[in-house]
């Protein structure tokens, strides 16, 4: 069964510092990989996603996500966090023809003036 | 129109009443989706339709009652909630997964938050 690991439950970065929001997917010849970002009581918003190619994907808001198979990792990345930037995030991952979307358990993204 | 739209933002009732919650989208997708987010969660799958018949359900207590009158449309009539029902219930679209990998994105709503008294 597919699992997706967010090993970070709460981070906190000062605003202007660099970002990165780790995930681990479950092994999948080929896995549909997503990151997603909620704020409180809203739903959620698609900010980049990766399903063959390039490994270095570009997102929204500044997001960028690096695939590396051999680490089973698309860790989320941005070089310059604002403060609208405080949220959860949520990796997430599918596959070719499944109908079911696995979610990260989400990192808390908190951040300090 | 890249939206998911539902209705409502908000819903307080008691345990005996019945009430809908209603989804709509105009992207031409085919599969449709109702997701239960606990605060601090992610969101669990609750149901899919794909080209408007039920294709998954994880074993959803009955009280929850998918319908799918269209292609655009997703409704979730409740009746007798429970207090621990009280979450954000998400709606998502997509094209039916198969196609090809794009078919696989989901597009969210976003949610109405439900009180169960």
């Known amino acids: 069964a597919q699992s997706v690991t967010q090993p970070d439950i709460h981070i906190t970065v000062s605003e202007g510092a660099s970002l990165e929001l780790r995930c681990n997917y479950s092994?999948?010849?080929?896995?549909?990989l997503f990151w997603y970002v909620q704020s409180p009581g809203q739903g959620l918003q698609l900010l980049l996603k990766?399903?063959?190619?390039?490994?270095l994907v570009q997102g929204i808001k500044g997001f960028e996500a690096e695939f590396k198979r051999s680490q089973s990792s698309f860790n989320l990345r941005k070089p310059s966090v604002h403060w609208s930037d405080a949220a959860e995030y949520f990796c997430a991952q599918t596959n070719f023809g499944n109908e079911k979307l696995t979610f990260g358990t989400g990192t808390r993204l908190t951040i300090i003036p | 129109d890249t939206e998911v739209t539902q209705t409502p933002k908000h819903l307080v009732m008691g345990m005996t009443n019945k009430k809908s919650l209603k989804c709509e989208q105009h992207?031409?997708?085919?599969?449709m989706y109702w997701y239960k987010q606990k605060a601090k969660k992610p969101p669990e799958l609750m149901f899919v339709?794909?080209?408007?018949?039920?294709?998954i359900n994880e074993s959803v207590p009955s009280r929850f009652s998918p319908e799918c009158p269209n292609s655009s449309l997703l409704n979730l009539h409740l009746h007798a909630l429970q207090p621990e029902d009280s979450a954000l219930y998400l709606c998502?679209?997509?094209?039916?997964?198969?196609?090809?990998?794009?078919?696989?994105?989901?597009?969210f709503g976003p949610g109405t938050r439900l009180t169960v008294l």
């Open positions: 998502a679209s997509s094209h039916p997964p198969g196609g090809g990998p794009a078919y696989n994105e989901q597009f």
């Open positions: 092994y999948g010849a080929t896995p549909y």
């Open positions: 992207m031409g997708h085919r599969a």
């Open positions: 990766y399903f063959s190619g390039d490994t």
């Open positions: 339709y794909s080209y408007e018949k039920l294709s």
